[in-house]
């Protein structure tokens, strides 16, 4: 049975308080297709790559990659709070054929995600509930990360055994591209904020709303020319989406994170989620990529960015 692909950008300020309204109407009809396609396909499952932003996972103990058997949404930035539809063995199932493909993944029976996973979903079906969905955490902002590669190898590990399934499965990435947004670091972090991404915890309604008042205020000043965020590459974003989109995905093994760090900034490494992705769509074969968008959004702190794929089919109908 085939699998599709949507690796759409996220940003909690899509929507609080929102760009202006040309950047947001571009953005929506972009993200309309998707979903559009999306509709098209009418997945069974869902499986998405995403990153988390210190929610869900935290230096305590901060795995490279999980997979989720139980996820409940944390209800950042105004996205769903509460369970996700998650099909418990089926997550199981994929986490022991990704462990005995070579590739070391966790497994969670209690995973909560943040507007990365949540907020695509949404999107793209809706409602963050309406289709089976087994989320699977990326790590893409805790140092010290692993090389491309292995998500790469993760995203081939996924997609071989989803094609065994039987069903139509829509494989999300979610991130990206080149963003530099006011994450804190472990090398930098002090006080309650250290305190915070080390050992977690709940956050209280009024932290989270000092939170995405900091986010909203750091954007507006990136958006104004100003402060110490580093500025996005659309070239940088360019080169990667070439790639995605010709399926040369073994060209970004060579891709070094304090290169992606210094060139297109500290949470580029979500790009983790798309590289994932679109192997595990590549395990079918060659695809083609079909919703095609990128645009450069400082309001957003971010290369904002919308691809969906299909497997290639000659005019025979053959894959």
């Known amino acids: 049975m085939p699998l599709a692909l949507c690796c759409v950008s996220h940003s909690p300020l899509l929507d609080l308080p929102g760009p202006d309204p040309e950047l947001r109407d571009d953005i929506e009809a972009a993200l309309d297709a998707a979903a559009g396609f999306v509709r098209d396909f009418d997945p069974e499952l869902v499986v998405t790559f995403s990153p988390d932003h210190y929610n869900g996972f935290f230096y305590n103990l901060m795995p490279p990659f999980c997979i989720g058997a139980a996820a409940t949404g944390v209800g950042d930035y105004g996205t769903h709070s509460g369970a996700l539809d998650v099909p418990a063995d089926l997550a199981r199932d994929l986490a022991e054929s990704v462990l005995g493909a070579g590739v070391d993944v966790s497994l969670s029976m209690s ?10 979903i949404q999107r793209l079906l809706g409602a963050a509930t309406a289709r089976p969905v087994v989320p699977i955490f990326v790590n893409s902002v805790a140092v010290p990360l692993g090389p491309l590669r292995r998500a790469r190898a993760l995203g081939a590990a996924v997609g071989a055994h989803l094609c065994t399934l039987g069903k139509r499965v829509l494989v999300v990435g ?34 989270r709303l000092a939170r995405q008042e900091q986010v909203i205020a750091a954007a507006r000043e990136f958006a104004s020319g100003k402060g110490e965020l580093r500025p996005l590459d659309p070239d940088w974003d360019r080169r990667f989406l070439d790639i995605v989109d010709e399926g040369r995905l073994g060209e970004l093994d060579a891709w070094a994170n304090q290169w992606i760090t210094e060139t297109a900034g500290n949470s580029a490494h979500e790009i983790r989620t798309w590289v994932a992705a679109f192997a ?26 919308v691809r969906t794929a299909v497997a290639d089919i000659d005019p025979a109908g053959r894959r």
């Open 174 to 207: 979610s991130g990206g591209l080149s963003h530099d947004p006011p994450v804190p670091a472990l090398a930098t972090a002090t006080g309650r904020v250290r305190e915070r991404i080390v050992h977690g915890g709940a956050m209280s309604a009024e932290q």
């Open 111 to 120: 995973m909560a995600v943040d507007h990365g996973t949540v907020q695509p």
């Open 280 to 305: 595990a769509l590549a395990t079918q074969g060659s695809y083609r990529t079909t919703v095609r968008y990128y645009r450069p959004a400082p309001a957003l702190i971010a290369g904002f960015a």
